[in-house]
């Protein structure tokens, strides 16, 4: 279970006043967390099984298939994620994410005794090996949003950068020696003892999974709609700029990173080396991950966050273009080092930066839609450097993904990441439900909103401005056909219109906003010059048919309600 803002630069302090010198950041300080530490360690256990079994699954597939077959064994894992982890992340964040963690650690455990039945029994094939690989791959995708969504329910907002990557450490700290142990096991005992030790590294987490209870916030509302709960998801993110931008680099940078874990086998069998030595190659990049993972904290307080990941993804990509080309095992391990290092820096930073720039309703969605963009990158990476590997050669592969890593750098000189050091999208939970005149229920609907300002002329630039940004935040969180207009016969009154489906998603609607949207209303009050606040008026769209009996605001709901109450 692998991949906030920055904090703020220590201040230099006269040697003459040490006491005012603040600390370094601390890599581990999240894990004073109990609740944290317990989950981090058992997961640490679980990534050495997956681990294990990786090198097992992708030694074995090169022993009985081609290049392109092997290539495909990551791919087979990475490609569940990209297809199921939006409706995993939907779940996670409506309905009780410990539940999903202990179902999918479950399901992950069966499928890998059965892998290690089915090969102790001689009855696996290339493409039987990777369907359960591919299973495997799918409870790595209902697991992930859920997991990563709840670090943020163990440990306070201050400690959520560090613990992100303690994630990536701990994944790393197993890539680094997990290999090796995975290819003793396989060499001494085969790659069925290699699956089965595998499902016995889930065990610690579930039985943690099981004890933990964590507080979980009363819900005052119906649960959404899986189908809804995912388009939801998608509008959020797409409608969020700081989202999107990590969602392009990401698919980018995984096309590129996947080709040095992908062709590794080939990498270790070209070199004359059997599976230690792919162990040890594997090995090498974990060390450097976890490198990477313990100067991260430092890195983030003293740069900003698209410098590092340039600087990373640069090294990175050197890297490749050397493990390609290099004839020596001596060479080749230090460049794994820095490949390592630079996997875990961009992709640990792309995970903390879309978790600090969406609110907590949404977390696991965006976490899911990051993970969509990141291994779809890498499964179709994979594919493509196996094909290229087996039809030009291991060296051509890994110098052409070294080209699509120097893409990744030049795309974030136009889309850059986005700073989150003063950003706060904890919800804002000052808006209550109004009163009605007339009787509403959940689903009556739709519903239209207006709210009237008046602007003066010379304010009208600075109006524009914040209603552009204000329109993207109404449409993020749910309004449909947003318009602003302006008043033919008094040109000082403005009016922003939206419509909502229903009353509920009305409700949800006013219950998204965060306290960083929250600034955008001040200072729309501010320019507003009525001597009241802005006036709203929610009404109910309705046809010219009869009322009749019906009086549940369906599409036939008569009298507008026009509140002229406080704004929304």
Same mark, same amino acid.
């Given at each position: 279970?692998?991949?906030?803002?920055?904090?703020?630069?220590?201040?230099?302090?006269?040697?003459?006043?040490?006491?005012?010198?603040?600390? &370094?950041?601390?890599?581990?300080?999240?894990?004073?967390?109990?609740?944290?530490?317990?989950?981090?360690?058992?997961?640490?256990?679980?990534?050495?099984?997956?681990?294990?079994?990786?090198?097992?699954?992708?030694?074995?597939?090169?022993?009985?298939?081609?290049?392109?077959?092997?290539?495909?064994?990551?791919?087979?894992?990475?490609?569940?994620?990209?297809?199921?982890?939006?409706?995993? !992340?939907?779940?996670?964040?409506?309905?009780?994410?410990?539940? #999903?963690?202990?179902?999918?650690?479950?399901?992950?455990?069966?499928?890998?005794?059965?892998?290690?039945?089915?090969?102790?029994?001689?009855?696996?094939?290339?493409?039987?090996?990777?369907?359960?690989?591919?299973?495997?791959?799918? !409870?790595?995708?209902?697991?992930?949003?859920?997991?990563?969504?709840?670090?943020?329910?163990?440990?306070?907002?201050?400690?959520?950068?560090?613990?992100?990557?303690?994630?990536?450490?701990?994944?790393?700290?197993?890539?680094?020696?997990?290999?090796?142990?995975?290819?003793? #096991?396989?060499?001494?005992?085969?790659?069925?003892?290699?699956?089965?030790?595998?499902?016995?590294?889930?065990?610690?987490?579930?039985?943690?999974?099981?004890?933990?209870?964590?507080?979980?916030?009363?819900?005052?509302?119906?649960?959404?709609?899986?189908?809804?709960?995912?388009?939801?998801?998608?509008?959020?993110?797409?409608?969020?700029?700081?989202?999107?931008?990590?969602?392009? &680099?990401?698919?980018?940078? !995984?096309?590129?990173?996947?080709?040095?874990?992908?062709?590794?086998?080939?990498?270790?069998?070209?070199?004359?080396? !059997?599976?230690?030595?792919?162990?040890?190659?594997?090995?090498?990049?974990?060390?450097?991950?976890?490198?990477?993972?313990?100067?991260?904290?430092?890195?983030?307080?003293?740069?900003?966050?698209?410098?590092?990941?340039?600087?990373?993804?640069?090294?990175?990509?050197?890297?490749?273009?050397?493990?390609?080309?290099?004839?020596?095992?001596?060479?080749?391990?230090?460049?794994?080092?820095?490949?390592?290092?630079?996997?875990?820096?961009?992709?640990?930073?792309?995970?903390?930066?879309?978790?600090?720039?969406?609110?907590? %309703?949404?977390?696991?969605?965006?976490?899911?839609?990051?993970?969509?963009?990141?291994?779809?990158?890498?499964?179709?990476?994979?594919?493509? %450097?196996?094909?290229?590997?087996?039809?030009?050669?291991?060296?051509?592969?890994?110098?052409?993904?070294?080209?699509?890593?120097?893409?990744?750098?030049?795309?974030?000189?136009?889309?850059?990441?986005?700073?989150?050091?003063?950003?706060?999208?904890?919800?804002?939970?000052?808006?209550?439900?109004?009163?009605?005149?007339?009787?509403?229920?959940?689903?009556?609907?739709?519903?239209?909103?207006?709210?009237?300002?008046?602007?003066?002329?010379?304010?009208?630039?600075?109006?524009?401005?914040?209603?552009?940004? &204000?329109?993207?935040?109404?449409?993020?969180?749910?309004?449909?056909?947003?318009?602003?207009?302006?008043?033919?016969?008094?040109?000082?009154?403005?009016?922003?219109?939206?419509?909502?489906?229903?009353?509920?998603?009305?409700? &949800?609607?006013?219950?998204?906003?965060?306290?960083?949207?929250?600034?955008?209303? #001040?200072?729309? +009050?501010?320019? +507003?010059?009525?001597?009241?606040?802005?006036?709203?008026?929610?009404?109910?769209?309705?046809?010219?048919?009869?009322?009749?009996?019906?009086?549940?605001?369906?599409?036939?709901?008569?009298?507008?309600?026009?509140?002229?109450?406080?704004?929304?």
């Amino acid at each position: 279970m692998s991949s906030t803002a920055a904090p703020p630069s220590p201040a230099s302090t006269p040697e003459a006043e040490p006491p005012a010198a603040p600390s &370094r950041p601390s890599a581990l300080a999240p894990l004073r967390h109990p609740v944290f530490r317990a989950v981090w360690i058992t997961s640490l256990v679980t990534n050495f099984g997956g681990l294990i079994q990786s090198v097992g699954a992708a030694w074995m597939m090169s022993s009985i298939a081609s290049a392109q077959m092997t290539a495909l064994v990551q791919a087979s894992v990475t490609l569940p994620i990209m297809l199921l982890s939006l409706a995993a !992340g939907a779940l996670a964040d409506t309905v009780d994410r410990r539940k #999903i963690m202990l179902a999918a650690q479950s399901f992950m455990l069966l499928v890998s005794a059965g892998l290690a039945a089915m090969t102790w029994m001689g009855w696996i094939t290339p493409w039987v090996l990777l369907s359960f690989t591919f299973l495997i791959g799918c !409870g790595t995708a209902f697991n992930g949003p859920a997991w990563q969504a709840s670090v943020g329910d163990m440990v306070p907002r201050e400690d959520l950068a560090g613990a992100v990557t303690l994630n990536s450490m701990g994944f790393n700290m197993a890539r680094s020696v997990g290999p090796a142990i995975g290819g003793m #096991i396989v060499a001494a005992a085969g790659a069925a003892a290699a699956f089965a030790v595998n499902a016995v590294s889930y065990l610690g987490l579930l039985f943690v999974l099981f004890r933990w209870k964590p507080d979980r916030p009363k819900q005052t509302l119906p649960r959404e709609g899986l189908l809804a709960a995912m388009a939801g998801g998608v509008r959020y993110a797409f409608l969020s700029p700081r989202v999107t931008a990590v969602l392009l &680099r990401a698919v980018v940078f !995984g096309m590129g990173a996947s080709a040095v874990q992908a062709l590794m086998p080939l990498v270790a069998r070209e070199g004359g080396g !059997g599976p230690l030595v792919f162990g040890l190659l594997l090995g090498a990049f974990g060390v450097g991950a976890v490198g990477g993972a313990l100067f991260i904290a430092r890195l983030r307080a003293r740069y900003e966050t698209e410098n590092i990941v340039r600087v990373a993804a640069l090294a990175f990509a050197a890297a490749a273009a050397v493990i390609g080309f290099s004839p020596w095992l001596a060479l080749t391990l230090p460049a794994l080092l820095i490949a390592g290092a630079g996997w875990v820096l961009v992709l640990s930073t792309f995970n903390v930066t879309v978790q600090m720039s969406v609110p907590r %309703w949404v977390v696991a969605r965006a976490l899911a839609l990051y993970q969509m963009a990141a291994f779809g990158g890498m499964a179709g990476g994979s594919w493509l %450097w196996g094909a290229l590997a087996e039809a030009k050669g291991v060296e051509l592969a890994l110098g052409m993904s070294a080209g699509v890593l120097l893409l990744s750098v030049l795309i974030g000189l136009r889309v850059p990441l986005p700073s989150t050091a003063n950003l706060n999208m904890d919800l804002l939970r000052r808006w209550t439900e109004p009163e009605t005149a007339l009787p509403i229920e959940p689903r009556s609907g739709p519903v239209v909103v207006t709210i009237a300002y008046r602007i003066r002329e010379e304010d009208i630039d600075a109006f524009l401005a914040l209603m552009d940004e &204000r329109r993207r935040i109404r449409r993020r969180d749910g309004a449909r056909q947003w318009h602003l207009m302006r008043d033919l016969a008094e040109p000082d009154i403005w009016v922003e219109k939206y419509q909502t489906p229903t009353w509920l998603d009305y409700v &949800r609607h006013n219950q998204r906003m965060t306290k960083s949207d929250a600034e955008i209303t #001040i200072r729309l +009050h501010a320019l +507003h010059q009525g001597p009241e606040r802005p006036v709203v008026h929610r009404m109910i769209e309705r046809t010219t048919a009869p009322l009749g009996h019906n009086l549940h605001g369906d599409r036939n709901f008569g009298d507008a309600l026009t509140d002229p109450t406080r704004l929304s």
